[in-house]
């Protein structure tokens, strides 16, 4: 039976599991937690010498620079269309309108409150300690750690080799490792998804039906640009990517986290998909940590669905600031189940609203997580598709031929 097979009967189990036995639903979480503990331990070494591998294959200095800006340049792209797709979807379907939802919740807060500050964001990229940074789990400042370290060991020449050598061997070491903890993906699914079915079961879902269909609306329009891409770009069908992107995505589904499948989806492009080594070393562990078009999605849509549910009327310079703001800002999110309840406050809070609100989209926010994440890792492995072929690298045959 395929892992994705897996990870689905996983999942099926887990919600029979929370409805028709929800008292355990807690009894089951440690499983998952666990689980979910063994990827968090692997990810951060996994992204360092990933990046640094694919970096210090790139022979040529002028090679990298531009497949790395053609990566960040493509990433900013598809966000700023999730952006856009959500402010549409939110504009159309106008899911706020006629919501009353009970605000009479404690006003403490667990998240913070201020507007997005661009200059601190990108200061903050440059870590002081990156000892720290990866004690902390800060994504941004390990990956800006690991190109500079890939750059400098290419500008010295031959004299580097042996490291460059134990730094790949210490790459497919952590694959390896993660490719392990990969193969009890279906005994996470189960108990995560028999948490959350557990404790939050449908209730609050009704309540919030409205912005639950307007993101997915969005986020499947966004899936299928994704297929446009690679019509546009590579002159090619999407009907492979599709099918054999199932696998990586039924464990992005499963675990809320782009870089827990990240792991799965590298395999699957090397593998499947026909995409070389170094645009997979390189641009897929990237694209994990800056590019997060479903919480693009979610934070515009969910702006604005605070804003009708208010009576706001957002002006066109409110607008312009939650386009910059949730595409800079989920440039930053975590890639970790439930990053954008630290985004959202500071959208709200860039446009003058309330951020009271996040604390009842606090209680879904699990579901739309399992959502988001197979959107921005789906569009990790598009983006890396996309800059393999047009580097003219990407295997057609194997690309094309039937998954196995």
């Known amino acids: 039976m395929k892992l994705w097979h897996k990870v689905t009967l996983g999942l099926i189990l887990g919600i029979v599991f929370g409805v028709y036995l929800p008292q355990y639903s807690e009894t089951v979480k440690p499983i998952g937690t666990v689980f979910l503990r063994l990827i968090q331990m692997i990810i951060l070494p996994l992204i360092f010498f990933s990046l640094v591998s694919g970096i210090t294959s790139m022979n040529d200095p002028s090679s990298l620079g531009r497949v790395g800006m053609k990566s960040v340049l493509a990433f900013l792209g598809t966000t700023f269309f999730a952006v856009i797709f959500g402010l549409m979807v939110a504009f159309v379907l106008k899911p706020g309108v006629g919501v ?9 807060r667990n998240f913070k409150q201020g507007g997005f500050d661009l200059t601190e ?47 790949n061997s210490v790459a497919k070491m952590v ?35 409205k912005l639950v269909f307007a993101i997915t609306i969005a986020m499947a329009l966004q899936y299928l640009i994704f ?10 069908s999407p009907i492979p990517f599709y ?61 604005v669905f605070f804003a009708q549910m208010m009576g706001i009327d957002l002006t066109t310079s409110d607008y312009m600031v939650i386009i910059l703001t949730a595409t800079l800002g989920s440039m930053g999110g975590a890639g970790i189940p439930g990053g954008s309840l ?36 789906t569009g990790d492995a598009t983006i890396t598709l996309i800059i393999d072929n047009s580097e003219g690298n990407l295997n057609r045959e194997l690309y094309n031929s039937d998954c196995k």
């Open 227 to 236: 297929g446009l891409f690679i019509m546009i770009f590579c002159k090619m």
């Open 342 to 377: 630290v985004m959202l406050p500071m959208i709200l809070a860039a446009v003058n609203m309330p951020i009271e609100g996040v604390a009842i989209i606090a209680g879904i926010d699990r579901v739309l997580d399992l959502l988001r994440t197979a959107i921005n890792i």
């Open 100 to 108: 009353v939802i009970d605000f009479g919740f404690p006003q403490e």
């Open 175 to 209: 694959l390896k490792m993660i490719s392990k903890v990969v193969e009890l993906s279906p005994y996470g699914a189960f108990a995560l998804t028999a948490w959350v079915v557990g404790t939050q079961g449908l209730t609050i879902m009704l309540s919030l039906s």
């Open 121 to 167: 964001f990108l200061i903050n990229i440059v870590p002081n300690n990156i000892v720290g940074s990866f004690a902390e789990g800060k994504t941004l400042q390990v990956v800006f750690f690991a190109i500079f370290t890939g750059i400098i060991l290419n500008s010295m020449g031959s004299s580097a080799d042996p490291l460059k050598g134990f730094i």
């Open 243 to 303: 099918k054999k992107s199932f696998e990586y995505q039924s464990i992005a589904i499963s675990t809320g986290s782009s870089k827990a499948s990240l792991a799965t989806t590298m395999q699957v492009c090397r593998q499947k998909l026909g995409v070389s080594e170094s645009s997979t070393s390189f641009v897929l562990p990237l694209g994990a940590s800056i590019n997060m078009d479903g919480m693009a999605i979610n934070l515009a849509l969910t702006a």
